[in-house]
C-alpha cells in the first residue's frame, strides 16, 4: 500500500501563486507515476490536472494548465508537488494526488490506484 498526504492549499487571489505538496509512504517503490486530479464544486473527482513518472521522464498537464502548472517531484523525500502560478478564480476546487503502479501512464481517474484526502484551494477574485 501506498498513503499520500496532501498539503498547501488554502486561499489564493486571481494572478497569484500556490503551491501543494503530496508526501507518500508504504510501498513508495511500486510508485510508476504520480498525478493531480481536482473537483471543483458540484462536478465529479475527474479533472486530470497534470501527471509525472517518478523515476525519471516527463510530465504532462492538462490544457487548463499549461504555462500556469508544473508538476516536479523530490525522490529523496518521497514527495510531488504542484506549482499553480497566475490562479484563476476557475482554479478553485478539491485538489487530490494520486498514484499508479501502472506504467500506462495514464491520465484518468481510473488509472490510479492510491489517493490523497484532497486539499482545498480557494480563488478569489
Known amino acids: 500500500q501506498v498513503q499520500l498526504v496532501e498539503s498547501g492549499g488554502g486561499l489564493g487571489q486571481a494572478g497569484g501563486s500556490l503551491r501543494l505538496s503530496c508526501a507518500a509512504s508504504?510501498?513508495?517503490?511500486?510508485?510508476?507515476?504520480m498525478g493531480w486530479f481536482r473537483q471543483a464544486p458540484g462536478k465529479e473527482r475527474d479533472e486530470f490536472v497534470a501527471?509525472?513518472?517518478?523515476?525519471?521522464?516527463?510530465?504532462s498537464y492538462a490544457d487548463s494548465g499549461k504555462g500556469r502548472f508544473t508538476i516536479y517531484r523530490d525522490n529523496a523525500k518521497n514527495t510531488a508537488y504542484l506549482q499553480m502560478n497566475s490562479l484563476r478564480p476557475e482554479d478553485t476546487a478539491v485538489y487530490y494526488c494520486?498514484?499508479?503502479?501502472?506504467?500506462?501512464?495514464?491520465?484518468?481517474?481510473?488509472?490510479?490506484?492510491?489517493w490523497g484526502q484532497g486539499t482545498q484551494v480557494t480563488v478569489s477574485s
Open positions: 508504504g510501498r513508495t517503490f511500486s510508485i510508476y507515476a
Open positions: 501527471r509525472i513518472r517518478w523515476r525519471g521522464g516527463g510530465a
Open positions: 494520486a498514484a499508479t503502479r501502472s506504467n500506462s501512464y495514464s491520465s484518468t481517474y481510473r488509472g490510479y490506484d492510491y
